[in-house]
Structures are given as structure tokens and as C-alpha cells.
């Protein structure tokens, strides 16, 4: 599968606004979305077809085709879960970074946005959802982009595969691949016609450090099983900048008439949003996820 994007950056102060804009030209109401992204770095080459010893959830046919679209190539890879409810949130769009748990709306419900950005469904303090058993979890690959110039827009291979059950980082142990750090994503998402767009921002989450392991491999940072207490999560970005991301995503990207269509939706929600966000290809040495 092709990942076509683009992206732009949204001050902190016009958040509220261009959630409103977004919000308006998708005709639906924006969906939070929180995911906890780990990254993991494979502990030696992977060859093609390679049957890893991989631990129950990991369907090991998808797994081999991941492997495949490597061409025995190393690449960072993400864990990414999808958390939906009972969760951490921030209140977008105030002024201050202060980060604080609320409840999501029930059943993946949209509620509506009130002035500060977050959704005024369901909106009251509760506990965060702590077991990360529970999240759905699924392991993406992002390769290179290609070589700016040829198209308008950014244009990567893609993959996710989804870990259906059983501890999500022991898989990954299995598979060969060591935790490096994690980070949170959050904002909000809206589709206009194929285009997926997302309007969000990371915050950093602290590892754990390792005292022993099994691998024989001096020890290292491990990843947490429950999510800190919301005072430790900060914005990566000091300042609070948002990055809106434009994607569409092609089923086969060797069909040029599916890939033509696919550029000129977003070269056209570009051109609707001049005047208000530039949107642009993407920087392809900051979107590199090779393992040097």
C-alpha cells in the first residue's frame, strides 16, 4: 500500500480555529484520537521471508509480507495503540500545556467541540484506562519516501499489521526488535472525501531503564506498561505547535490513474487551504525510518 501526504504547521493559538475549518469543509465532527507510539529498532538485519519465532497475536503471514516490503533493508518500526476511552486528553487550544485525564465519549461516540477544542460529550475527570492489554495495538512500517521532485507530494511504501492478542511487547521481542522510546499522539481526525486528515501533536512519555534482560544484550530503556500520571506528559514541542497531516492512502500504488487521483485531491484540499495553512511535501531526511 502508497501513503501520499502532506503537511503544515498550526500554532497553538489558531488551533481552535482551524478545527473549525477542518470541521467545516469535512462536514462532520472532529474524532479524538489518542495513540501510543513506541518505536523499536531491529536488533540485527531481517531477510526475506524470514520465519521469526513470532509469539501468539502476531499473524506470521502478514508479519513475512511486512518483511518482504523491506527488501532485507532495516527499518525502525512503530507499536502503535489505539486508545479510546477512560483516557488521557489535553484540553486543545488553552493557552497552558497542563495535561489532564477526561472520558471520551462512550462506544467511539463524536461529541460535539466546544471553545477550548476538546469534545464537551462525556466530558468529566476520570481515571486513565492503566492496562495497555486492553488497547488495540498493531505494528506499522514506514519506508523512505521517495526522492522529492517527482510528485507533488509525499509518497511512501506502507504497511500495518495487527497484533490481535497477547502481550504487544513480547511480540516485538520475538520479531527481533528492541524498544528505543515512545511517544503520545493526540489531537483530532476528519475525512474529506479519501483524504484522512489529523490534526495533532506529541507528547513525550519517560521509559523505564532495564536492569536485566534475557537476550544478552547490555541493558537498556524498557517500555512501561501503564501510562504516568498526566503531569508527566509534556509537549514535545515547547511552544505547543500542531502538525496537520493530509493523507490518502492507495491500495496499489503501481495503477497511475489511482495514484493521479490520489495527488490531485490533496494537491487540491492544498490549494483550498491556501491563505490559511501552507500545505507542504514533507522533509524526506526527517521521514527517513532506516536503522543505520
Given amino acids: 500500500m502508497h501513503e501520499l501526504l502532506l503537511f503544515g504547521q498550526v500554532p497553538l493559538s489558531q488551533h481552535d480555529q482551524m478545527l473549525k475549518i477542518l470541521a467545516g469543509i469535512a462536514a462532520m465532527q472532529p474524532r479524538v484520537i489518542i495513540e501510543r507510539r513506541l518505536i523499536y529498532k531491529p536488533r540485527n538485519r531481517v531477510s526475506n521471508g524470514n520465519k521469526t519465532n513470532v509469539k501468539p497475536g502476531a ?15 532495516v527499518f525502525y518500526l512503530q507499536l502503535v495503540g489505539n486508545i479510546s476511552s477512560d483516557s488521557y486528553i489535553t484540553p486543545l487550544g488553552k493557552s497552558d500545556d497542563k495535561v489532564m ?54 509518497s511512501r511504501l506502507m504497511a500495518s499489521v495487527p497484533v490481535a492478542g497477547g502481550d504487544p ?58 501510562l504516568p500520571s498526566s503531569g ?15 493523507s490518502v492512502r492507495v491500495h496499489d500504488g503501481t495503477k497511475p490513474e489511482s495514484m493521479a487521483v490520489a495527488m490531485s485531491e490533496l494537491t487540491g484540499f492544498r490549494d483550498l487551504m491556501k491563505g490559511i495553512v501552507n500545505m507542504e511535501v514533507g522533509d524526506r531526511l526527517a521521514l527517513d525510518t532506516r536503522s543505520r
Fill in 59 to 73: 499473524p506470521v503471514s502478514q508479519i513475512q509480507n511486512l518483511q518482504a516490503q523491506m527488501h532485507g533493508d
Fill in 101 to 154: 485525564p477526561v472520558a471520551l465519549p462512550e462506544n467511539g461516540g463524536d461529541g460535539a467541540v466546544n471553545e477550548a477544542g476538546t469534545t464537551t460529550e462525556n466530558l468529566v475527570a476520570s481515571e486513565p484506562t492503566t492496562d495497555f492489554m486492553k488497547h488495540q495495538w498493531s505494528i506499522e512500517f514506514r519506508d523512505l519516501p521517495d526522492v522529492p521532485g517527482r510528485r507533488p507530494v509525499t
Fill in 169 to 226: 511487547f513480547h511480540v516485538m521481542d520475538s520479531l527481533g526488535y528492541n524498544y528505543v522510546s515512545e511517544y503520545l499522539m493526540q489531537g483530532h481526525q476528519l475525512i474529506h472525501n479519501n483524504i484522512i486528515l489529523s490534526l495533532q501533536r506529541p507528547f513525550t512519555i519517560p521509559s523505564e531503564s532495564e536492569t536485566e534482560n534475557g537476550n544478552g544484550l547490555p541493558p537498556g530503556p524498557v517500555p512501561i506498561k501503564d
Fill in 232 to 246: 508527566k506528559l509534556k509537549p514535545l514541542d515547547p511552544t505547543g505547535t500542531f502538525v496537520l497531516q493530509a
